[in-house]
């Protein structure tokens, strides 16, 4: 909530958050356009490997946020930026910036509290 709160004061327009799983698959699901997506790798006991792969099917670009040292042994993500909790808000609108401009994407895992 706290973070949903930080990207709409910096300007962003924040659909959600989900909670779950289910919560995040009928967002991504419904009519809303996304334009990106935020993922927690882990939601409630949960991983969001197949809403990723649904994200990735639509073609919205996301970013990964994870507490978790091994997240993408698979290489799953490996074109997603992977931030590290704690996150910075500074550091993730800069990644969504980043990412949707299609600039080069910033090189994971970001530490946190590195800028």
Not at 30 to 59: F, K, N, P, Q, Y
Not at 78 to 98: C, N, W, Y
């Amino acid at each position: 909530m706290a973070m949903a709160e930080e990207l709409r004061a910096a300007g962003w327009t924040v659909v959600g958050p989900a909670t779950t799983l289910e919560e995040a698959q009928a967002l991504v699901t419904s009519d809303v356009t996304l334009d990106a997506a935020i993922l927690d790798i882990h939601l409630r006991g949960r991983w969001v490997h197949t809403l990723a792969e649904e994200l990735e099917r639509r073609r919205v670009p996301f970013v990964v946020c994870t507490g978790y040292e091994m997240v993408d042994p698979d290489g799953r993500f490996a074109s997603a930026p992977l931030i590290a909790k704690p996150i910075a808000p500074h550091r993730l609108g800069q990644t969504l910036d980043a990412l949707l401009s299609g600039s080069a994407p910033l090189q994971p895992p970001l530490e946190p509290g590195t800028d």
